[in-house]
């Protein structure tokens, strides 16, 4: 399974953005989608993550603001993210779970900032 994201860039605070991410490859089988983002001076933390049914859950930090959805027949992984506060700046990655394997696409930068 290969993963390519795409989406981020620079923003203004309260400004949106959407990021996506397709996968290839053998993905029968692939259940969880994710983004996890990199901020710095932290650890890597899981963003929102949706299972095949499009059950959905989400940072606290992020509830309210960003939304995860996805495309199952186009094998894709969307974040659309709204309201962005410059604590959002990070490498934005996404995730795919198939059976117990544990994919990762590399990652999109997302700046917000004035």
């Known amino acids: 399974v290969q993963l390519q994201a795409s989406g981020g860039g620079l923003v203004q605070p309260g400004g949106s953005l959407r990021l996506s991410c397709a996968a290839s490859?053998?993905?029968?089988?692939?259940?969880?989608m994710g983004w996890y983002r990199q901020t710095p001076g932290k650890q890597r933390e899981s963003v929102a993550v949706?299972?095949?049914?499009?059950?959905?859950n989400y940072a606290d930090s992020v509830k309210g603001r960003f939304t995860i959805s996805r495309d199952n027949a186009k094998n894709t992984v969307y974040l659309e993210m709204n309201s962005l506060k410059p604590e959002d700046t990070g490498v934005y990655s996404c995730?795919?779970?198939?059976?117990?394997?544990?994919?990762w696409g590399q990652g999109t930068l997302v700046t917000v900032s004035s």
């Open positions: 995730n795919a779970v198939q059976r117990l394997t544990f994919y």
């Open positions: 490859g053998s993905t029968s089988g692939i259940n969880f």
């Open positions: 949706i299972n095949l049914s499009g059950r959905a």
